[in-house]
Each structure stands twice: as C-alpha cells, then as structure tokens.
T-cell receptor
Framework: KAGVTQTPRYLIKTRGQQVTLSCSPI?????VSWYQQTPGQGLQFLFE???????NKGNFPGRFSGRQFSNSRSEMNVSTLELGDSALYLC?????????????FGQGTRLTVV | GQNIDQPTEMTATEGAIVQINCTYQ??????LFWYQQHAGEAPTFLSY????GLEEKGRFSSFLSRSKGYSYLLLKELQMKDSASYLC?????????????FGKGTRLSVIA
C-alpha cells in the first residue's frame, strides 16, 4: 500500500512569488491535513479537507489556501511568499470518523524563500 | 485556547530508560497521540491514549492522566536509533473529527 506522497520534495522560490504544493493521500483516505513545521514553532496546523470541503482551518493568513479534488488529492497554495514562509510543509492523511484515527504523514516539501 | 508543552531537548544513555513528559490545556479532549520524527523524515505514529493509564507497546509505553492534563512517553532499553524528535499531539474535540494539535516536540539524543 503506497504511503502519502508529496511533491515536490524541495523548492526554492523568491519573495513575492506564489507556490503550489501537492499531496496524494493513502488510497481510501478522505481526510487530508496540512501542517507547517519550523524549528521554532514545531508543527502548526494549516487546514484540513474532507470530501473536497475545508473542514477545519488554522490561524494562518489568507495567503495560504488549499483545495481537495474528488480523488482526495490535495493542493495547497501560498501567494506573495515571504521569507518567513520558509519551512517544511507536511501533509497527513487519515480515515475519517473515529477520534483514535492516526494520521499518516508524507515526507514533506521543504520550501525555501529567498 | 490550546497549549501543549514538552521539554525542548533531552539526552540519555544507550540502554537506559527515558521519560518524555507532555502537558496540555485544551478546550476539549478526544485523545492524545505520540509521534516519532527522525531528522529529515516524516513523523510516524507511536501511540494513542484516550483513557487514563498506561499503554505498553514493546520498548515504548505511553501514560495519560486526563484530570492532570498530563502524558508521558517512556522509552526503555534505549538504542542509538531512538535519537529523534518526539511529538505529543492532542485531538481537541469540538464537533466531528478535528485535527491534531501538536506540541513543539522533544529532541532526544541517545549517547553511547
């Protein structure tokens, strides 16, 4: 069974540009969550999608957006990039429903903004 | 609000036992998870606790006290490969399925 796949693995962008990251969840998983991980702040929740709808949203500016497709694949977009957006972006997929459902993480996309 | 606290760093000796603590304050509670993350890799699931008490899984055990908002991860017979970050995460139940809220993680270094 394939795991969670994130592309690209590494990305370098310039301030002011925009970027799109992709996440393919484990087959059968309908919930996809996105997290930003930095050394100082740890894992911070961005948003969660379930059945193409944003179900939960973290405390990030509107420059961060996402969407989910009918095949459960998800993308997140960051517009007008700032230096502080440099981070590891992790995607996690899970089966919907039970609270004890564990989240399976992808390897992440390392974004560097210069 | 939500607040999850863990020590930033810990060091322990190969073969020893180490306990990593996590305290949390959330508006609701629907379970606590521990994840392990090696440098440059994805976090991987270690344990889940929703009821008070100890859950044992091989060399790793996790404990929960809901009344105290406290959990710990116990690692026995430490091995060099246990050097990693350990992430405590809480599912804060509002309605339906809610996402995990993570602490900043504890970086464990195992030395010979």
């Amino acid at each position: 069974k394939a795991g969670v796949t994130q592309t690209p693995r590494y990305l370098i962008k310039t301030r002011g540009q925009q970027v799109t990251l992709s996440c393919s969840p484990i087959s059968g998983h309908r919930s996809v969550s996105w997290y930003q991980q930095t050394p100082g702040q740890g894992l911070q929740f961005l948003f969660e999608y379930f059945s193409e709808t944003q179900r939960n949203k973290g405390n990030f500016p509107g420059r961060f957006s996402g969407r989910q497709f009918s095949n459960s694949r998800s993308e997140m977009n960051v517009s007008t990039l700032e230096l502080g957006d440099s981070a590891l972006y992790l995607c996690a997929s899970s089966l919907a429903g039970a609270p004890n459902t564990e989240a399976f993480f992808g390897q992440g996309t390392r974004l560097t903004v210069v | 609000g939500q607040n999850i606290d863990q020590p930033t760093e810990m060091t322990a000796t190969e073969g020893a036992i180490v306990q990593i603590n996590c305290t949390y304050q959330t508006s609701g509670f629907n379970g606590l998870f521990w994840y392990q993350q090696h440098a440059g890799e994805a976090p991987t699931f270690l344990s889940y606790n929703v009821l008070d008490g100890l859950e044992e899984k091989g060399r790793f055990s996790s404990f929960l006290s809901r009344s105290k908002g406290y959990s710990y991860l116990l690692l026995k017979e430490l091995q060099m490969k246990d050097s990693a970050s350990y992430l405590c995460a809480v599912r804060d139940f509002h309605s339906g399925n809610t996402p995990l809220v993570f602490g900043k993680g504890t970086r464990l270094s195992v030395i010979a």
